[in-house]
Each structure stands twice: as C-alpha cells, then as structure tokens.
C-alpha cells in the first residue's frame, strides 16, 4: 500500500520551497500532485522517493564536515579547520 503525503510532510521530506515544487511539478520534473478530495491534494509517496533517488549527487564525491567553533569574540576572524572529517556513510 502506498502512503499520501500531504504538503507539509512532502516539504519536509524533500527541503524545498511550495513555490518551488510547484515549479518543478509544473515543468514535469516532480511526481504530480494527486486530487484527494474537492479542495485537497497528496503526493505518493513511493513517487516521490524515486525523485529523490534519481537526484545526482551535489558535488559527485563524499560530503565532509568541518569541526570548527566559531571563537567567542566575533571581531576575531575564523580560521580555516585544519582536516574536516568525511561524514560516515556519505559518498560512494
């Protein structure tokens, strides 16, 4: 069985703006939205997985985190961290 997402949990689920899944719907590159009654709307959610799954990864490798804090003294500059450490799990 396959689960309707009503807008806000699809908002979350996927990070983006109403305004811009409504963009991306319109242009045929998001699961179109489905008519659950007079004046409501759902997505399914297997659907919108698979548009999840086809993304491309941002930048093709694995994704790194800094471990840095931020100094308590705001006039100082940041310094750059010596070696980010690559987020487990992430990547090819």
């Known amino acids: 069985m396959n689960k309707i997402l009503r807008e806000p949990e699809l908002l979350k689920l996927v990070g983006l703006s109403r305004t811009t899944l409504w963009r991306r719907e319109r242009a045929g590159d998001f699961p179109r939205r489905r008519k659950l009654s007079s004046r409501s709307v759902g997505w ?13 990864l941002a930048d093709g490798g694995e994704r790194t985190a800094a471990v840095c ?11 750059p961290c010596d070696s980010p450490e690559t987020i487990p799990g992430e990547g090819s």
Request: no cysteine; net charge negative; glycine share 0%.
């Open 44 to 56: 399914v959610l297997s659907e919108v997985l698979q548009w999840i799954d086809q993304r491309p």
């Open 69 to 79: 804090i931020e100094p308590a003294d705001s006039r100082k500059s940041l310094e």
